[in-house]
C-alpha cells in the first residue's frame, strides 16, 4: 500500500522551529521527487518545498527561502522539512507528496500523485 505519513508538527513561539518528517511506504522511494505542500486556514494549497529523487536539486518557495530546509534519506524512506525562525504566518496544514511527473517542476500541484494525512504547525506566543 502506498503511504505517506508525516510527523513533528505542533506549536511553537514565533522564531522558533520545528523539525517535520514524512515517511514513505509501499513504493521505492529513492525514485521520486518530493515535496511539502501546507495549507492554512481558509487558504488553498501553497507549494512550500521540492527535493529531488537523490537530494541533489532543493528548490523552496520564496515566503519560506532562508528559514526551512528540505532534505531526505533515501536509506530511511523519509523526508525532511526543518524550519527555524517562524512565523505566525507560518501555521497551517503540512503535507508531504509524491512527485509523479516526467520533468520535474515542483511547484505544479497538479503533478503529485500521494498525498499523506498532514501534520498542524501552529506559531503562536
Known amino acids: 500500500q502506498v503511504q505517506l505519513v508525516e510527523s513533528g508538527g505542533g506549536l511553537a513561539q514565533p522564531g522558533g522551529s520545528l523539525r517535520l518528517s514524512c515517511t514513505a511506504s509501499?513504493?521505492?522511494?529513492?525514485?521520486?521527487?518530493m515535496s511539502w505542500v501546507r495549507q492554512a486556514p481558509g487558504k488553498g494549497l501553497e507549494w512550500v518545498s521540492g527535493?529531488?529523487?537523490?537530494?541533489?536539486?532543493?528548490y523552496y518557495a520564496d515566503s519560506v527561502k532562508g528559514r526551512f530546509t528540505i532534505s531526505r534519506d533515501n536509506a530511511k524512506n523519509t523526508v525532511y522539512l526543518q524550519m527555524n525562525s517562524l512565523k505566525p504566518e507560518d501555521t497551517a496544514l503540512y503535507y508531504c507528496?509524491?512527485?509523479?511527473?516526467?520533468?520535474?517542476?515542483?511547484?505544479?500541484?497538479?503533478?503529485?500523485?500521494?498525498w499523506g494525512q498532514g501534520t498542524q504547525v501552529t506559531v503562536s506566543s
Open positions: 507528496a509524491r512527485y509523479s511527473g516526467s520533468y520535474y517542476s515542483p511547484s505544479d500541484l497538479r503533478k503529485y500523485d500521494v
Open positions: 509501499g513504493f521505492t522511494f529513492s525514485s521520486y521527487a
Open positions: 527535493i529531488y529523487s537523490d537530494g541533489s536539486d532543493l
